[in-house]
């Protein structure tokens, strides 16, 4: 059974600051790895990564990939307080699209 | 391009009754998603649909839950008797390009 853990669970840090939200994962036949931003409502994509080490950026958002060590990493640089929501890794393989429970991040004026 | 369509947005039933959503998604995109996603939870794939064809519907509770998609564009999943724990929000997603997925708004159901 495919498996992607999300730490920490929440976060709460002022605005400004640097995040790294972490998502690693246990899964048959590896084909991608996704974020997605979930606010009051479905998530919405973020990133989808497939090869390791090359770094995926949209903005103040950034993420990259360890295929060797089944993690990736979501970074926040220069948080807002719209950024506020929880941020889902989800990992594609045998098991079709696997979530993880999330990290819940709140962005503190 | 229009999003995913969902309705209902809200739904509030008893345990044992029966209820049922609909999702269109974005024109073009072969394979759909049906997700459960619970309170505090990620969604969890119940069932995936490629054309008019069942991909993968191991996560299916089959007593109960039933979902189809006739022509290959629109879908309907039921729950037929609801139970309490089947309280949670629903979410259809279409296939798009490389594996990426795009969300509805999602159904929220409430079984009391």
């Known amino acids: 059974e495919d498996k992607v853990v999300q730490s920490p669970l929440s976060l709460v840090v002022h605005e400004g600051d640097t995040v790294t939200l972490n998502c690693s994962y246990e899964?048959?036949?590896?084909?991608?790895l996704l974020w997605y931003k979930q606010e009051k409502k479905a998530p919405t994509f973020l990133f989808m990564l497939t090869s390791s080490g090359i770094e995926k950026k949209s903005g103040r958002l950034s993420s990259i990939l360890d295929k060797k060590e089944l993690f990736s990493i979501l970074n926040i640089t220069a948080t807002q307080t719209g950024d506020s929501a929880v941020y889902l890794c989800a990992v594609l393989g045998a098991d079709g699209l696997t979530f993880g429970k999330g990290t819940h991040l709140i962005i503190q004026p | 391009e229009a999003g995913v369509a969902q309705s209902p947005r809200y739904k509030i039933i008893e345990k044992r009754q029966s209820v049922a959503f609909w999702c269109n998604p974005i024109?073009?995109?072969?394979?759909l998603y049906w997700y459960q996603q619970i309170l505090g939870q990620g969604p969890k794939l119940l069932i995936q649909?490629?054309?008019?064809?069942?991909?993968?519907d191991s996560q299916l509770p089959k007593d109960r839950f039933s979902a189809e998609r006739l022509k290959g564009v629109d879908s309907t999943l039921k729950i037929q008797p609801a139970k309490l724990e089947d309280s949670a929000v629903y979410l259809c997603a279409g296939g798009g390009l490389l594996d990426t997925q795009y969300f509805g708004p999602g159904t929220r159901l409430t079984v009391l």
């Open positions: 024109s073009g995109h072969a394979t």
């Open positions: 649909f490629q054309n008019n064809g069942v991909v993968d």
């Open positions: 899964v048959t036949n590896f084909r991608s």
